[in-house]
T-cell receptor
Framework: QKEVEQDPGPLSVPEGAIVSLNCTYS??????FMWYRQYSRKGPELLMY????GNKEDGRFTAQVDKSSKYISLFIRDSQPSDSATYLC???????????FGQGTELSVKP | GAVVSQHPSRVICKSGTSVKIECRSL??????MFWYRQFPKQSLMLMAT?????????EQGVEKDKFLINHASLTLSTLTVTSAHPEDSSFYIC??????????????FGPGTRLTVL
């Protein structure tokens, strides 16, 4: 069993839709949770960073962490075609620790 | 924001040759750099962690004699794939972390290098 599970998609939505991306994990020691966006043939770009449980909002993006369920989410409001990319969740046990990535979800936002 | 560059962005080589990939932090000093490998539609897999001035720490299953890592300065790390074979064809991505971790402790990723071994 992988430490981090993420549905690879692909996920296709119309422009303006609310997108929900999710990851589950098995190791309760994870405390730091991140979402990265990766455009085709590019390196990942950090979108959101969360410590422990709770919500964090940044513009159209909201990250949620539920440690009791070992479940994290990224919501994208008013999705745009420019949001089309692969979204990777990542987590670590301690600050500066090794990042464990999910498989990535491929998102396509259609105009 | 912090910028990490990689060179080359794409390389094609013959089987049996060695290939060197450079990773540079352009506007900050990186005491720690990471090398990842990513197969199509798959996640990033950490290969090794390198700290400036010391030997790299390799993940289980990664051959240190095949994937040579040198972190000679605070802004440069290199990955050399020795005696490359077609199964080494992949997307190699580096990341760099500043020396003094803030709360975010962010890893900044390079744009990646696509290696194709014929």
């Amino acid at each position: 069993q992988k430490e981090v599970e993420q549905d690879p998609g692909p996920l296709s939505v119309p422009e303006g839709a609310i997108v929900s991306l999710n990851c589950t994990y098995s190791n309760s020691a994870f405390q730091y949770f991140m979402w990265y966006r990766q455009y085709s043939r590019k390196g990942p770009e950090l979108l959101m960073y969360t410590y422990s449980s709770g919500n964090k909002e940044d513009g159209r993006f909201t990250a949620q962490v539920d440690k009791s369920s070992k479940y994290i989410s990224l919501f994208i409001r008013d999705s745009q075609p420019s949001d089309s990319a692969t979204y990777l969740c990542a987590m670590s046990r301690n600050q500066g620790g090794k990042l464990i990535f999910g498989q990535g979800t491929e998102l396509s936002v259609k105009p | 924001g912090a910028v990490v560059s990689q060179h080359p962005s794409r390389v094609i080589c013959k089987s049996g040759t060695s290939v060197k990939i450079e990773c540079r932090s352009l506007d900050f000093q990186a005491t720690t750099m990471f090398w990842y490998r990513q197969f199509p539609k798959q996640s990033l897999m950490l290969m090794a962690t390198s700290n400036e001035g010391s030997k790299a720490t390799y993940e289980q299953g990664v051959e240190k004699d095949k994937f040579l890592i040198n972190h000679a300065s605070l802004t440069l790390s290199t990955l050399t794939v020795t005696s490359a074979h077609p199964e080494d064809s992949s997307f190699y991505i580096c990341s760099a972390r500043e020396g003094t971790p803030e709360f975010t402790d962010t890893q900044y990723f390079g744009p990646g290098t696509r290696l194709t071994v014929l």
